[in-house]
């Protein structure tokens, strides 16, 4: 059973426009969450982190939302760029410590038309 | 340059064929871990270590073994490769006190 979800495989957006990528989980005992990033032939790279007793983070154009009680995080990406196309995983963890295990999502593939 | 270096990049062999895909990592990090990547699967767990000599299962370790002698290397053995095992497969790792994980560029592996 998948413990966090992305439930949309792509997503288009034009360039300058808002992109809101999500992500859901099962399982309330996560207690951080991660955005990674990741380009054909690399490895991911990280995005953007929130922790479970904040409901957002900031960094740049890059917002992370957390609604703990609907068990969902999102994503905004403001304004887009053609650069930020690539795949987002969700991932989560802490059990209340260091993330010995991370849990990731599917994945959503972001395209940015210029 | 701080970095996660995986050997080979790409690897193709037989079933039952014994391999080791290398993990290395320059930043005297903890923590390092092995992820597979499957199409509609996202990233799954294989094996992670807190330290030297300190090994734990992730969600998927069956057919895979790690060893942890070094701090900076973290081996990945298929001890009798199956074609289910054909995968993307990154290392990572990161300070015990941080939560950022650093992955490799990945390794591509088809079993035949």
């Known amino acids: 059973d998948q413990q966090v979800k992305q439930n949309s495989p792509s997503l ?11 992500c859901d989980y099962t399982n309330s005992m996560f207690d951080y969450f ?17 922790s479970s007793i904040k409901d957002k983070n900031e960094d740049g154009r890059f917002t992370v939302f ?12 403001v304004p887009s760029q053609p650069g930020d196309s690539a795949v ?8 209340g410590g260091a993330t ?6 599917t994945g959503t593939l972001l395209a940015v038309q210029p | ?36 990547q499957d199409p509609g ?29 070094e701090k900076r290397n973290f081996p990945l053995i298929l001890e009798s490769p199956s074609p289910n095992q054909t995968s993307l497969y990154f290392c990572a790792s990161r300070k015990d006190t941080q939560e950022t994980q650093y992955f490799g560029p990945g390794t591509r592996l088809l079993v035949l």
């Not at chain 1, 957390?66 to 990406?77: D, E, T």
């Not at chain 2, 895909?21 to 390092?32: L, P």
């Open chain 1, 12 to 22: 288009s957006v034009q360039e300058g426009r808002i992109s809101i990528l999500n």
């Open chain 2, 41 to 69: 699967l996202g990233l799954r767990q294989i094996y992670y270590s807190m330290n030297v000599e300190v090994t734990d299962k992730g969600d998927v370790p069956e057919g895979y073994k790690v060893s942890r002698k």
């Open chain 1, 88 to 95: 987002y995983f969700c991932a989560a963890g802490g059990y």
């Open chain 1, 34 to 50: 991660l955005w990674y990033k990741k380009y054909p032939a690399e490895g991911p790279t990280f995005l953007i982190s929130i």
């Open chain 1, 100 to 105: 010995n295990k991370l849990i990731f999502g």
């Open chain 2, 1 to 36: 340059e701080a970095q996660v270096t995986q050997n080979p990049r790409y690897l193709i062999t037989v079933t039952g064929k014994k391999l080791t895909v290398t993990c290395s990592q320059n930043m005297n990090h903890e923590y390092m871990s092995w992820y597979r």
């Open chain 1, 66 to 77: 957390l609604n703990k009680s609907a068990k969902h995080l999102s994503l905004h990406i």
